[in-house]
């Protein structure tokens, strides 16, 4: 049995951004610790690894071989721009019925957001004032700071976790000068360098400062950068991101390897999604959604890699990936969180002859997402206990564009498949288990 530390006392969760995805994430846990609803979707909850071998082997859930926090110890906390508290943004988001969320109305009542560390020229389209007065980004982290300070007294809180559900910000292009050392980071903070220094980066900062793993479920480039791998280590707290691995993008890195694995070649691959939430409305802005179309676009490099198979993946005409792979995202209300992605494929087989493939699938945004923040919030805090700091690779399985050391050329792992591996092989050695690469 594993030699990790137990998870004892509380665990606080604190997310910034109580839209859509929290407050669906929230109410399902409340709801499922009241015996109301299931956590259909979860890994840590569902999920069986193989451990040992041949006549040895047995089939655990992830709870009987780590010591994973109970739901029930569990306790919310949250930052918006806007100051409805879980219960009213749960209605307000219109994601789950109301039958599915009065039950626990009292207790999403409590969940009042704190102040947000916010800059409108991250996300123009939203205008709520929430939002904390900050004289410099270095005064944004310590704000931060102090936020967490009270939320773990306040709450009798041991441990805590802060998960970025907040919306996309604008992209921020990695800049050596600024996010390459720790140093040059703080040094940007106190400089109030606004241009290089996004909010997300001050709630990154100060969770790790303050003990705290942070994740980064949007695209943005905030713990994607050496500064933060440095503080990472310094602190040994664990980080992981980024964009949550939901519906389109799921799809996709679970059917690319069908045509890689087959040897079939691939000319081109049309995404495109209609999504009518605020998430879809700050993504309608063209510099969040450039920030969401480099996460996305990144799926297919490792998966089909036309250096490897140029017969095969080097025909298209698109410069970076040569086949073309383009993806869209629309904004169009009349569809709330209930987005629709449409995948065109264009294949080739035997002689190059051109197939088509089309996938449609009609999804459902924060009902996909929740259960990923349920599953990275326990297995960070589980990877804080057992020792374990800085990328945590292992949890790439649940997202879209997963951290890696470019500037060693590590490259990323795409493919679902072998993230599903990496993450029963991350369980396995937790538990004390060794890691092996059979296929169940
Ligand atoms: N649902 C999915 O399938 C999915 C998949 C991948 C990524 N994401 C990302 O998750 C995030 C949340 O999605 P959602 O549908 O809940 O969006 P949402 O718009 O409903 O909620 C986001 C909330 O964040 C708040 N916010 C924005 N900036 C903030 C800041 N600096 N501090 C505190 N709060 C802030 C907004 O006011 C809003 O209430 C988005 O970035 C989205 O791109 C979602």
């Not at 519906?247 to 040897?263: D, N, W």
Request: hydrophobic share 40%.
């Amino acid at each position: 049995m594993s030699n990790v530390k137990k998870a004892d006392g509380k665990l606080g969760v604190l997310v910034v951004g109580l839209g859509a995805v929290t407050s669906t994430f929230m109410t399902g846990v409340l709801m499922t610790r009241k015996g109301l609803a299931k956590p259909v979707g979860s890994m840590t909850q569902y999920d069986k690894i193989r451990v040992g071998e041949g006549e040895n082997k047995k089939y655990l859930k992830y709870n009987e071989i780590v010591p994973l926090a109970d739901l029930n110890d569990i306790v919310f906390g949250a930052w918006d721009v806007y100051p409805a508290n879980a219960y009213e943004s749960a209605i307000n988001c219109e994601v789950l019925k109301e039958k599915d969320i009065n039950p626990v109305k009292d207790e999403l009542e409590k969940i009042v957001p704190m102040k947000a560390a916010f800059d409108h020229n991250y996300a123009k389209r939203l205008t709520g004032d929430n939002v904390k007065k900050c004289t410099s980004r270095w005064d944004m982290v310590e704000q931060l700071r102090e936020d967490i300070r009270n939320f773990k007294k306040e709450n009798g809180v041991d441990r805590v976790v802060v998960l970025w559900a907040a919306s996309t910000e604008i992209y921020v292009p990695v800049d050596e000068k600024v996010h390459g050392t720790l140093a040059a980071l703080e040094a940007a903070m106190k400089a109030d360098d606004k241009e290089h220094i996004a909010p997300s980066m001050c709630y990154a900062y100060a969770a790790l400062a303050e003990g705290a793993p942070f994740i980064m479920g949007a695209p943005n480039t905030t713990v994607d950068i050496p500064a933060m791998w440095e503080l990472a280590e310094k602190t040994k707290m664990p980080i992981a991101g980024k964009d949550f691995k939901t519906g389109q993008t799921l799809v996709k890195s679970g059917f690319a390897p069908i045509i890689g694995t087959r040897c079939l070649g691939l000319n081109g691959w049309f995404s495109t999604n209609i999504l009518g939430n605020r998430d879809g409305l700050v993504l309608d802005e063209p510099a969040n959604f450039r920030t969401k179309e480099v996460s996305k676009l990144s799926t297919l490099e490792s998966i089909l890699v036309p250096e490897d198979q140029p017969d095969l993946y080097g025909h298209g005409n698109d410069e970076d990936t040569q086949y073309y792979h383009k993806v869209r995202i629309n904004y169009y209300p009349p569809r709330n969180d209930n987005k629709e992605g449409w995948d065109n494929i264009d294949i080739f087989g035997w002689m190059g002859y051109p197939m088509q493939i089309k996938i449609n699938f009609l999804c459902r945004d924060s009902i996909l997402a929740a259960p990923l923040c349920l599953d990275l919030v326990l297995l960070s805090d589980l990877a804080a206990r057992c020792g374990r700091y800085g990328i945590q690779r292992f949890l790439s399985f649940f997202l879209k564009s997963p951290m890696h050391d470019y500037t060693k050329d590590e490259v990323p792992v795409n493919h679902l498949f072998q993230q599903y591996v990496m993450l029963k092989n991350a369980i396995r050695e937790m538990g004390g288990y060794p890691a092996d690469e059979a296929i169940d």
